[in-house]
């Protein structure tokens, strides 16, 4: 296993849920840590890492966080948000603003990073996919829509960047008990009979695997699903 000790990583969405959980498990490996939440604290404050709120759909906020960090060698493009619902009653702007979060800045961050790592000749992007970015739910056709495009640019970005010693991985969680679904009527939980969900610090460790492998290996998609979860 490579060790991480004395790397940079941008994390988005690390103010709580998956993202907070990976900048504490790589914290834990040696990671300098540059993270980024809208919230003005994140839920969990890890001593030496930086922390910038922001918004980003923000023009230009992505751009200056890669430029307040020119030795950033780690990517988690994590933040994102989760809207689903029924053809009556769905709200339109709010399936736009995830189109904004999940693909738009999502699309922006990996551009940035691949772009960065591509000239320094290393680095790995992490992006925060779902087992929706291969398969479809009822009611949550959006969602997974913006997943099969991160998917997508994902795969192409691995493809255009083999032999540069840049790696692209997807990581695709089913249910995690973060604060996505903190608006939902019934919890996903309930609703597919699952008792025992992934935990955010679930996910970090297939993080923490995929960025820990050595050179020759990379982990390009990596689906992780609760053991009584059906999909
Ligand atoms: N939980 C699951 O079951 C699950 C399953 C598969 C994939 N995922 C994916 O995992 C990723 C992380 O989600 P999570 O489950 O950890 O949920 P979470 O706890 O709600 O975390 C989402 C993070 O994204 C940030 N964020 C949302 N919109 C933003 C914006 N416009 N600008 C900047 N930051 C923004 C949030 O910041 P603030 O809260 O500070 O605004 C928060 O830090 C998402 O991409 C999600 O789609 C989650």
Redesign the pocket.
Known sequence: MASLAGRTAII?????????ATAVALSHAGVRLVL????AQ?AIEIPGAVYV?????TPGFADSLFAQTPECDIVVN?????VVGEVDDIDLDAVA?MV???VE??YRVAYLAARRFKENRRGHLIN?????GSKVRLTAGA?SGT?HAIEALSEALRQELVGTRVKVTC????????????DFAVH?RDQFEIRQ??E?ND?ARAIVFALEQPDHVNVARLMLLAADQAI
């Open positions: 988005t969405g690390a103010s709580s849920g998956i993202g907070a980024t939440g809208r919230r994140p709120a922001g918004d980003m759909t994590n933040a994102g948000v989760l603003h904004r979060v999940n800045s999502a925060l996919s779902s087992v929706l969602y997943k990581i695709e969680p089913g249910l995690v008990m973060t604060e996505l679904h903190r996903p969900a992934l955010p996910v």
